[in-house]
């Protein structure tokens, strides 16, 4: 899966020039937002973790979706690989 994001980042770059260390940090930071909301899930509104899941791209979501776990994983990957 991390591959599979990787390549998406590197595509997204190739396709609007964008630098890929900002698109990498992007992703990151989506993922990251993610995670910290679903932590905090009983103190919010349910909306707000929502609007940040709609935020992220088919491959942060299956991420997500894989659980906590696959979400460090990725986030810790993604600081890696800047």
């Known amino acids: 899966m991390l591959d599979q994001l ?5 595509e997204k ?3 609007s ?3 890929v260390v900002t698109l990498t940090r992007q992703s990151q930071h989506r993922l990251m937002s993610y995670k910290e909301l679903y932590l905090h899930r009983e ?3 349910e909306s707000e973790l929502l609007l940040a ?3 992220m791209s088919d491959t942060e979501k299956q991420i997500a979706d894989m659980g906590l776990s696959e979400l460090t994983y990725a986030i810790e990957a ?3 690989a800047c």
Do not use: Q, V
């Open 6 to 10: 990787l390549n998406e980042i590197d």
């Open 13 to 15: 770059h190739r396709a």
């Open 17 to 19: 020039k964008e630098n």
């Open 43 to 45: 103190a919010i509104a």
């Open 53 to 55: 899941y709609e935020s």
């Open 78 to 80: 993604l600081d890696r």
